[in-house]
């Protein structure tokens, strides 16, 4: 057993950082931090993709504690319709306060750190080098290979790491050098655009694609591997959720809780 506040702590101090924890609040609607205060004593900890009446009542069968997500309760403007709560919402929250769940969420943070993080992985599992250059707006990160890399041969590589079909265009470099890894959502536009030209990114690897997407690319050039958003958002908590295994070891048990979504 572990104290609650104790856990909290080590997440935010020792392995997210405060700075990367208050950038995320000034640039993301999301959650980054904790959403909700459960038990002061933690047995074991439940990561996973997206909070989810399913995630929680498999979280409150395996007697966990204490819930770690990428995306946390829907709370936000977007979210939230006239100070409304819908259905939905209404049940997760009356079954975190009957079971006194704490709820975290890591939206920002667990895309773009730059260890931990769901690109920085993905660049890294891919054989890449994660560069210093960010793209998406901030949300991404460009990786290089050292030797150039056939597109083919990328996208199998890519369905194995996600155990994801690839959506793939190929409209850029048969052999790529560099790409450009932004997890989750990630349709570019605008900006987005020119950021995958301007820094010569040949391959853009997100986890969606939009209708006009096949014709953004062929038309601007570059290669577009859509891989599903779930299935590229699995990693940063995955590896949060080991950390915190690695420190305290035999103190709280950690498990990843699979609601998987095809989307």
């Not at 101090?13 to 993301?28: M, S, V």
């Not at 599992?125 to 056939?150: C, H, I, M, N, R």
Request: net charge negative.
């Amino acid at each position: 057993m572990i104290k609650r506040d104790e856990l909290i702590d080590f997440i935010h101090n020792k392995i997210i950082g405060k700075d990367l924890l208050e950038k995320a609040q000034t640039i993301d609607t999301r959650a980054n931090g904790v959403q909700i205060h459960g038990s002061e004593k933690v047995d074991k900890v439940a990561i996973g993709v997206s909070a989810n009446m399913d995630f929680l009542s498999e979280a409150v069968d395996s007697k966990a504690q204490f819930c770690i997500f990428h995306h946390g309760i829907g709370l936000s403007d977007s979210d939230i319709y006239n100070s409304r709560l819908n259905r939905a919402t209404q049940s997760q929250l009356k079954h975190i306060f009957n079971n006194n769940l704490t709820i975290t969420g890591y939206h920002y943070s667990l895309d773009v750190h730059p260890k931990i993080g769901n690109n920085a992985i993905i660049i890294k599992s891919l054989g890449a080098t994660k560069t210093d250059e960010t793209y998406s707006q901030g949300w991404g990160w460009v990786g290089e290979f050292k030797t150039p890399q056939d597109v083919a041969k990328l996208a199998q590589k890519c369905s194995e790491l996600f155990e994801h079909d690839i959506f793939a265009v190929y409209s850029g470099p048969k052999k790529i050098k560099r790409i450009g890894v932004c997890s989750g959502g990630a349709k570019p536009r605008g900006e987005e655009v020119f950021e995958i030209l301007e820094k010569n990114i040949d391959l853009h690897i997100s986890g969606e694609i939009a209708e006009p997407g096949p014709a953004l690319a062929k038309e601007n050039g570059f290669n577009y591997f859509s891989c599903g958003h779930y299935a590229t958002e699995v990693f940063g908590v995955q590896a949060l959720g080991k950390k915190i295994k690695d420190h305290f070891k035999d103190k709280v048990e950690v498990e990843f809780i699979d609601i998987s979504n095809p989307l």
